[in-house]
């Protein structure tokens, strides 16, 4: 039995997951009112996938079947693991997780589907932090193929392998990271924005000119403001603004005004009409700013700033190259893992373009990884 706790949006992606890989679930809320939503919400989601043909209506059935509501934790005492997916508060998730230790048997596993705080915290509130883990889902679950599995401070090595083992078997692909801030993805991402930003503030070129130059240059789905305004300006900026923080304000990840503007202003994206682009009223002229030789230019300072918090990830142990490159192309759907992208254009031209960065601006921000600098004297590939 598998235990779920907030069915919220992740809660709920998260329990029909593991439903569908054929797991009986248990799924608790403190509200009345979002366990009936959840309900709700799984039921015309399983009737969708049965009408496009995606699913049988029997099968819509069995995974409806096997996720029951519970109406109090006591229900959890024959979970194997239970994932929370509550609040993202530290203190919350604490006290829940010290809560449900006198529920549960001693060697059921207690994980965590937070995005930004530390396993190793949530995992001190418990007797036995060795069962502590972080699942990280990505946003929608039942869409995104990647979870990151977070090993924390005192996590057992036997808890994450049977936890990876796990997550395969509900069709998601894994991979392990470091309990370090925005574990990989949140992490090495970052510069696709704040740099895509930066961009625009020096005036170097206007919106979509950058993203275009992303889009058509380096084959990114979406440029970086059109991903902003999709995520929400709001959710993306807190996500820099907590890496940040974390990282003991490391220029590296600094928030950038015009986001903080931008969320003042309540320009969040999409949900709320307006972001960087306009939604309501979809400009029809489109007065550019400047030529499109700006382009390359654009293109390679984002794409090496993104190597480089890769490599630094690597370096640091945060994962293995294999599942740095996995974790940016099935979590945020980069064209091409960012390692193999080093290799092909060159380490040495990656660092040469950071080098060239760091002596121009003369700020920390654009400092290069220690690794393509090792990796260059030693003329080592990432891949070979
Ligand atoms: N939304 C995302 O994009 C995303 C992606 C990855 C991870 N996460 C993480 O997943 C978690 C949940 O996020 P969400 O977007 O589903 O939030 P949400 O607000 O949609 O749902 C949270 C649910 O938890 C319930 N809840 C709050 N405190 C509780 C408690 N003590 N016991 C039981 N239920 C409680 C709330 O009633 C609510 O229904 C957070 O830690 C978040 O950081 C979110």
Redesign the pocket.
């Known amino acids: 039995m598998i235990g779920i706790?907030?069915?919220?949006?992740?809660?709920t992606g998260i329990a029909q997951v593991a439903a569908a890989a054929g797991e009986n679930i248990i799924l608790?809320?403190?509200?009345k009112s979002?366990l009936e939503e959840a309900k709700i919400n799984l039921d015309s989601t399983l009737k969708k996938l049965v009408e496009k043909g995606k699913i049988s209506a029997d099968d819509a059935k069995n995974i409806f079947g096997r996720i029951h509501f519970a109406s109090h934790l006591d229900e959890f005492k024959s979970c194997e693991l239970v994932i929370e997916?509550?609040?993202?508060n530290l203190e919350?998730?604490r006290?829940?997780f010290s809560n449900l230790e006198k529920i549960v048997s001693t060697d059921c596993v207690l994980a965590?589907?937070?995005?930004?705080?530390s396993i190793t915290s949530i995992a001190s509130a418990c007797a036995k932090p060795g069962r502590v883990i972080g699942i990280?889902?990505?946003?929608p679950a039942t869409v995104m193929p990647l979870v990151e599995i977070v090993k924390g401070v005192a996590t057992e090595s036997q808890v994450e392998k049977n936890i990876k083992s796990k997550i395969e078997l509900w069709n998601k692909i894994a991979v392990l990271a470091k309990d370090t801030p925005g574990f990989i993805v949140n992490r090495v991402a970052r510069p696709f924005y704040g740099e895509a930003i930066r961009i625009y503030e020096e005036g170097i070129a206007d919106i979509p000119t950058i993203d275009e130059a992303m889009k058509e240059l380096g084959g990114f789905k979406m440029g970086p403001f059109e991903l902003m305004d999709f995520i929400g300006n709001d959710?993306n900026y807190t996500v820099t603004e907590t890496v940040w923080k974390q990282f003991f304000h490391d220029p590296k990840y600094k928030p950038s005004l015009t986001q903080k503007r931008m969320v003042e202003a309540n320009l969040l994206g999409r949900k709320t009409g307006k972001g960087y682009y306009n939604y309501e009223q979809p400009q029809t002229s489109d007065i550019r700013l400047q030529s499109i030789n700006i382009k390359p230019q654009i293109f390679n300072r984002i794409l090496v700033m993104l190597i480089n918090e890769a490599a630094d990830a690597l370096y640091y142990g945060v994962a293995t190259k294999e599942d740095l490159d996995l974790a940016m192309t099935k979590g945020v759907n980069y064209p091409k893992g960012l390692l193999m992208w080093a290799d092909e254009i060159g380490v040495e031209k990656v660092l040469a373009e950071m080098e060239k960065l760091y002596s121009e601006y003369c700020e920390d921000r654009y400092r290069p990884s220690v690794l393509l600098r090792k990796m260059v004297r030693e003329k080592r590939k990432f891949y070979s």
Not at 112 to 117: G, K, M, P
């Open positions: 706790i907030g069915s919220g949006a992740m809660g608790f809320d403190t509200e979002a997916a509550v609040v993202e919350v998730k006290n829940l965590t589907n937070t995005s930004s705080l990280h889902f990505f946003n959710v």
